[in-house]
C-alpha cells in the first residue's frame, strides 16, 4: 500500500510518477521533476521498500525519504510516497488505488527506460506492451536520446529536460564522495548537510 510522506493538495487529472533508490536524491532528479510539470499537474517521487534489480546499500530507507522531503520541499505540486515494491506495474497499481482514474506517465533516463522496456517479466516478451496500456512513460535523454521499439512508440515519449543533467547520477555523487572530489554542486543545496553525514571519503 502506498505511503505518503508529503502530498499535493490538488486532487490531478495527470500523474508523473518519478520512481528511483535517491542514494541519494540529485540535481537530476530535480530537473526531470520540474520538466515533467509542463505534462502533468503533480509529481510522485516513489521510493520502493523493495527493488526489483538492487538491494538497499548506502543510505538507509529512513535517510533517503529524509533527504528527498528536503529536496522537494519548496515545490506545492511534488508529492513523496512509499511503495511495497518496485517493479513500474505494482507502483502503477498502489498509485491507481489511491489517484483513481488520472492518466499515470512514469518519468524517467533513457538508461532506466532501456532496462525497463527489456526486462525479463517471468519469460512474457509482451509484458511491457501490457503495462503500457495502463500507464505512458516519458524519458528524458541521458547519453543520447531513446528510441523505443516501434509497436511501442505511441505510449513512450520523450521528456526535454533542461541542459547540464544529462550526466548527474547518484552513483558518481558516490564515487566523488569516495574520492575526495568535490561532490556539492550535483545534489540539491538543501541535502548537502545530510549527504556530509551519511557518505564518508574511503580514506578516511
Partial sequence: MIEFIRRATAVPRRLGILPGTFNP????HLALARAAEKYVD???FVLPREFPHKAYEGASFEERIRMLDLAAADNPRFSIASTERGLFIDIARECRAVYGDAALSFLCGRDAAERIVNWDYDG????????LEVFDLRVASRGGAYRP?????HRIHALPVEAGYE???ATDVRERIARGDEWEHLVPEAITPVIRRIYRPTNR
Fill in 25 to 28: 536524491p540529485t540535481r537530476a
Fill in 42 to 44: 503533480e509529481v510522485l
Fill in 124 to 131: 512474457d516478451p509482451d509484458a511491457f506492451q501490457k503495462m
Fill in 149 to 153: 521499439p516501434r509497436k511501442m512508440a
Fill in 167 to 169: 550526466e548527474v547520477s
